[in-house]
């Protein structure tokens, strides 16, 4: 694995990517270029895009990535790594856990859009979107930097990992199966 991942850690760096990051060895995909949400009141809800042209940008970037990383992993006859879509929020009000997964519900779908207009392209192993709320708070927060916890994250992962979170089902999980 770590043959494959030096691979593609190699091949991002020739896509000049301008909106996101991916730290392949901490299987973290940085967004550079935020996505904004609405607020859950707005028409189309907490899980509406306020720029969907920018959100579509950015998420095309993420597929890129990721197609890039999974294409290096296939070559040496492993399996495809999975995504996994985790919204946050800075309160924890009672549909903050709804919010967060309707965040990550539509930034997952987005960027799954994105991965089927990709030539070439590898299918990560599973898709899923998680609400954790206010439960994961960053660093800052009690100084009241509340617009930095109002965030998506979004994580490679392996199957077996990906097996135990949905087996765990500790949080709000939205596989990408369950909402097609």
Known sequence: MERALEEAEAALAKLGLKHVTLDVQNRKITLDESIE??????????????????????????????????????????????????????????????????????????????????????????????????????????DGNYERNRRVEIHLIEEAEMKEMLAQQRWSVCPLWCCK
């Open 37 to 142: 949400f609405m607020g859950h009141k707005s028409e189309g809800g907490a899980g509406a895009f306020k720029d969907p042209e920018r959100a579509k940008m950015v998420c095309r970037e993420v597929a890129l990535a990721v197609n890039t990383c999974n294409a290096a992993i296939k070559r040496y006859g492993l399996t495809p790594l999975g995504l996994s879509v985790e919204g946050h929020t800075s309160a924890d009000l009672g549909s903050a856990v709804q919010n967060s997964l309707l965040r990550a519900t539509s930034t997952r779908d987005a960027i799954h859009e994105a991965l089927g207009e990709l030539p070439g392209r590898v299918q990560p192993a599973q898709f899923k979107a998680v609400g954790y709320g206010a439960q994961r708070p960053l660093a800052g927060f009690e």
